[in-house]
């Protein structure tokens, strides 16, 4: 039997204190311990300078052999709405704050009309994009959690008056394996692994949320350095350049602000605290990266943490937009004006070290828009949120631009994943013979430069009960909690308005045995779900649930 230790008791001792004090106390005294305990256990450095190494020779990137292996930059947003971008003719704030920057990679180079993440939440679907393969083939079924979080969301989520509750089990066992160590197996072979041995200099800056202990870690999974995000603010809460909008409808957003610091980590550093608001922090190592590398092929892993909560705008860019009259928008639309700068700012520097002919960008958002942020636009014309496997979760933005190779302004209609990453980036080296285990990707570079011009596959999602299968067009959904089956024809209803299963039986039949195969396929859990959310198909979390309103449960 294994011992139980401070991460569980710690916990646990404080949920049997605030069992003592009423409903009204409960939440706050939580979140303030919570805060304290984090803040006790941290200790976070002061900022230190950052030095990418340097490419040997002297040789200038405009000259170098033709032929040479392209750079790849991948750009990875996070939690972006489908309706953030004004390149699909929306925007966000009403298109008032455009995203020139991230549009000019579809209109200089192709958009991947019909591109869905791997997972509708984030750590999947960065466990696909580094590996090519469906999470749950190596049991990355469930986003990790800290020991302790099943007893933190019981008390947080207690008292509360909504139609659909969250769901803690008691009776899951705490996970057999270490937080630290819920991650991606070493024994998966990654993108960064197979560029790294085919001569690429592999940089990751960002995100990376696959595993925060020695063997987990980006340099233990093939990246030659890494600028890793360890904390979660943007700026100190108290910052006088930063504007915060709290959201008081979501326990969880109350938590991540006492739990987040401001922190990276480089090379496996202690952390230390970023030099400025968090985006442009990443942007500006972003820069130097690639200039230390402009004589050498580079793989460039930009995992921003944008647009994700906690809501939290630089001020010049709060105060650029003044016509936007509710604060939570207009802190969120600035957000996503950082995020499009971020993209110019590489662009230009791409362009500025002779190295844009020689480089595929490809940009894409982990997952759609989250339901938590209170904001009812953002995914739109799809229905859906993150944490469902509705369009407006899956279906994100999908852009690829490589001058010279990708005509200007085409689009690719085929169904496209987050899977696709790493065998289009492997073939774009130049490399072949190079996977070690079965990949569920596509290599998209003959369709990419036209060689090819449409191709069909089935796309798999799975997060416990909740499953999802796209083929031909048709898009099932099959849940247990509540105990349905949706059926639609995207083809002929692209926003999933009209359920067709029980006008269907013989296609929700078909998909459901495919489901069943690909089932028969994966892992079981590597860890377990520990809670269950409700979310509402049609509204934010802002709003309040109504007999009728379609919603799911999202087991994690």
């Given amino acids: 039997m294994r011992l139980l230790n401070w991460k569980i008791l710690v916990p646990a001792a ?53 032929g040479e292996q392209p750079n790849i930059v991948l750009i990875v947003a996070d939690d972006l709405g489908f309706n953030d971008l004004s390149f699909f003719g929306g925007g966000v704030a009403g298109g008032s704050v455009p995203t020139p920057h991230i549009d000019s990679i579809a209109r200089e180079g192709m958009k991947l ?28 079924e469930f986003t990790p959690v800290p020991d302790g979080m099943q007893q933190v969301i019981r ?55 696959l595993g925060r202990t020695e063997g987990f870690r980006p340099r233990d999974q093939g990246f030659d350095e890494s600028l890793m995000m360890e904390g979660g603010l943007y700026l100190p809460e108290g910052s006088p350049d930063v504007v915060n909008s709290k959201q008081p409808f979501d326990f969880i957003d109350q938590a991540l602000w006492q739990v987040l610091n401001y922190s990276v980590s480089f090379n496996d550093s202690a952390p230390f605290e970023p030099d400025g608001y968090l985006t442009d922090y990443f942007t500006e190592e972003a820069v130097s990266a690639i200039k230390a590398n402009r004589d050498r092929p580079f793989f460039l892993y930009l995992a921003h943490w944008g647009v994700h909560t906690p809501l939290q705008a630089a001020k010049a860019d709060y105060d650029a937009l003044s016509h936007i ?20 700012q590489v662009l230009q520097t791409l362009k500025e070290e002779g190295l844009e002919e020689n480089t595929l960008v490809i940009f894409t958002s982990d997952n759609g828009g989250a339901d938590y942020v209170g904001l009812p636009d953002i995914n739109q ?42 065998p289009t980036s492997a073939s774009v080296a130049g490399l072949s013979g190079w996977e070690v285990k079965p990949i569920d990707g596509v290599d998209l570079l003959p369709y990419l430069t036209g060689e090819k011009e449409a191709f069909e596959r089935p796309i798999f999602w799975r997060e416990g009960y909740y499953q999802a299968v796209l083929h031909q067009g048709w898009k099932m959904h099959v849940s247990d909690n509540p105990d349905k089956v949706w059926l639609f024809n995207l083809r002929e209803d692209p926003t999933e308005q009209n359920n067709l299963a029980e006008a269907e039986p013989e296609k929700v039949a078909e998909l459901k045995e495919m489901l069943a195969a690909f089932n028969a396929e994966q892992a079981d859990p590597s860890w377990p779900s520990v809670s269950e959310l409700p979310v509402l198909i049609d509204k934010t979390g802002a709003e309040k649930a109504e007999p009728g309103d379609e919603y799911i449960y999202w087991p994690n």
């Fill in 14 to 66: 404080l949920v049997a204190v605030l069992a003592a004090v009423g409903y009204a106390e409960r939440k706050t005294v939580l979140v303030n311990a919570i805060g304290f305990y984090m803040q006790w256990k941290r200790d976070v450095e002061p900022n230190r300078t950052v030095t990418w190494a340097q490419a040997e020779g002297e040789t200038a990137a405009s000259s170098r052999p033709a």
């Fill in 381 to 422: 014309p799809y229905r859906g949120w993150k944490l469902t496997m509705f369009e407006g979760g899956t279906h994100v933005p999908f852009f690829a631009k490589w001058p010279g190779r990708i005509e200007p302004g085409s689009t690719l209609e085929s169904p496209v994943s987050h899977l696709d990453i790493l």
């Fill in 325 to 344: 009259e509710d604060h939570r928008l207009r802190v969120y639309a600035a957000m996503v004006r950082a995020l499009d700068r971020s993209v110019g």
């Fill in 113 to 140: 009309s019909n591109g869905y993440a791997g997972n509708a939440v984030c750590a999947p679907s960065r466990a696909m994009i580094m590996t090519g393969r469906y999470s749950t083939r190596f049991g990355f």
């Fill in 155 to 209: 008390v947080l989520s207690s008292g509360d008056d909504r139609l659909h509750p969250v769901i803690v089990d008691a009776d899951v066992p705490e996970a057999d394996i270490p937080f630290e160590q819920r991650g991606m197996p070493a024994s998966e072979t990654t993108i960064a692994e197979v560029l790294h041995e085919a001569g690429y200099q592999t940089l990751h800056i960002g995100k990376w949320h």
